[in-house]
């Protein structure tokens, strides 16, 4: 009991599990209760809504990594035990016959090396399975830095599979555990996300093929070691759904177990309503189809603007993103005035703004009859005229100039007005086609699209 004791007290921080951690004691006339009595006991609910319990412990608390937030890190003094995969088999079978648990969470501190650590927990979970016989819901945490081979084979006998992300960020991973990197996490992530897919289109052939951790897999973060903020942690858990399929994000406030200038002191208490938030958050993620972006806003960010999107794609843009565009960047000048698109992008709230007004000199534009005239009758240059036709048509404008003086010559524009007519004779230049680049054409995407900056 003592080794139990032990493995399921260090495993607590792990937040695999939906109970509540309430604890509701046993009450005379009444039935039921939320602590159970046998140590390592932990609830979580099947996929037909039944709450079930498991046993939630490690194969070893002993760890050859030094994570400063972790109980079970190496340079701290704890009590250390170490399951053998037999011990632990027949642990779990004595539980479920006399009806303890209907399940099984294993982890596990990284012992030697994770290769060694996870064939001993493949071990532990081959006996249950086909030694035992033994049917009931498994769920295996897979260390990163195993081998491809080793983390199939984990699936193979696990319900579930998880990879705990720990941290939220890189620079807080590198800070608080650095002997773990986002890679090393990600790497086991993309191979349980593709063997997933691979066992579905097998199950198709053969309905009696193995099947692989068929209840997917999750992973879990702290909450509350490191300074980031909620939208970034919402963000990380967006994209992890998106990239590799989560059946669950799991967020665990940081309790304060270890004293390190690099983290909360000892008496902080742990963030438990914004733990209860973000859950909330997350519900609204997988369940009623909303984006990170929608939820949190942290204002460093006034306005956003696109270049050469066509107005087309704007309108889809805006019309489902909660932040729509403040400006959208386009070719035009008299040449190519984009009329329509410029009224829908004023319909959309989206300032338009002009690229090469001057068409960079092309078609002979300073030396065009009508600017000509136009210029004469108020005194300005033929530049001065254009730039003053798109003022008066809401369109902003940035010249290209290096020189002093030219900048303040394209800045002398606020002493004129445009006539009614003067607008129509410089619309009728209009030859409705782009000067520079055909901006949906595949190969100016392809042509874009391989640009690199560096």
């Known amino acids: 009991m003592d080794k139990l004791t032990i493995l399921t007290d260090a495993a ?3 937040a695999a599990c939906t109970s509540s951690g309430a604890q509701r004691g046993s009450r005379r006339g009444m039935i039921g209760n939320t602590s159970a009595s046998v140590a390592g006991c932990c609830h979580t609910f099947s996929g037909d809504g ?5 046993l939630k412990v490690l194969m070893t608390n002993c760890c050859v990594y030094d994570c400063k937030y ?5 340079s701290n003094d704890t009590r250390r035990a170490v399951f053998t995969p037999e011990e632990l088999a027949d642990l779990t079978i004595q539980f479920y016959r006399r009806n303890y648990i209907e399940g099984l969470f294993l982890s596990s501190g990284v012992l030697v090396s994770p290769d060694y650590t996870t064939e001993r927990m493949i071990r532990c979970l081959d006996l249950l399975r086909r030694r035992h016989r ?3 819901y498994i769920h295996a945490k897979a260390i990163p830095g195993t081998s491809p081979e080793l983390v199939t084979r984990l699936g193979l006998l696990a319900d579930r599979l998880s990879v705990n992300i720990e941290l939220p960020s890189e620079r807080g991973l590198a800070a608080l555990a650095p002997n773990k990197t986002r890679k090393a996490i990600f790497r086991p992530m993309g191979l349980i996300k593709s063997t997933l897919q691979e066992n579905r289109e097998e199950l198709v052939k053969y309905r009696h093929a193995p099947r692989f951790a068929p209840a997917g897999q999750s992973t879990q973060m702290i909450i509350g070691a490191t300074p980031d903020s909620d939208r970034h942690i919402l963000s990380l858990t967006q994209s992890l759904y998106d990239r590799y399929r989560l059946k669950r994000v799991f967020y665990s406030a940081y309790v304060p177990v270890v004293e390190n200038t690099l983290l909360p002191s000892p008496d902080t208490k742990p963030p438990l309503l914004r733990e209860h938030r973000l859950y909330q958050a997350d519900w609204l993620l997988r369940f009623y189809g909303f984006r990170a972006e929608e939820l949190l806003d942290e204002g460093k960010v006034r306005a956003i603007g696109v270049s050469n999107l066509n107005i087309g794609r704007l309108v889809d843009l805006s019309m489902h993103n909660r932040v729509i565009p403040h400006v959208s960047q386009v070719e035009i ?8 698109a410029v009224q829908e992008m004023k319909n959309l709230g989206v300032q338009p703004e002009g690229w090469a007004p001057f068409a960079e000199g092309r078609n002979d534009i300073f030396r065009n009859k009508v600017l000509e005239s136009i210029g004469k009758k108020h005194g300005k240059t033929p530049a001065k005229v254009i730039l003053r036709w798109d003022v008066q048509r809401g369109i902003s404008v940035i010249p290209k100039s290096t020189n ?3 900048i303040r010559e394209n800045y002398d524009i606020w002493d004129f007005e445009l006539t009614a007519e003067e607008m129509k004779q410089i619309g009728g230049m209009d030859k409705g086609k782009e000067l520079f680049f055909e901006h949906d054409s595949p190969e100016m995407a ?6 690199h900056i560096h």
Do not use: E, I, S, W
């Not at 000048?333 to 329509?340: G, I, L, T």
């Open 70 to 74: 972790c109980v079970n890190r190496c």
């Open 50 to 54: 039944r709450c079930v319990t498991l």
């Open 446 to 451: 392809r042509m874009f699209g391989n640009y």
């Open 333 to 340: 000048h008299p040449f190519y005035q984009q009329a329509a």
């Open 134 to 136: 033994f049917n009931g």
């Open 12 to 14: 607590k921080y792990d």
């Open 404 to 406: 002093p003086a030219r």
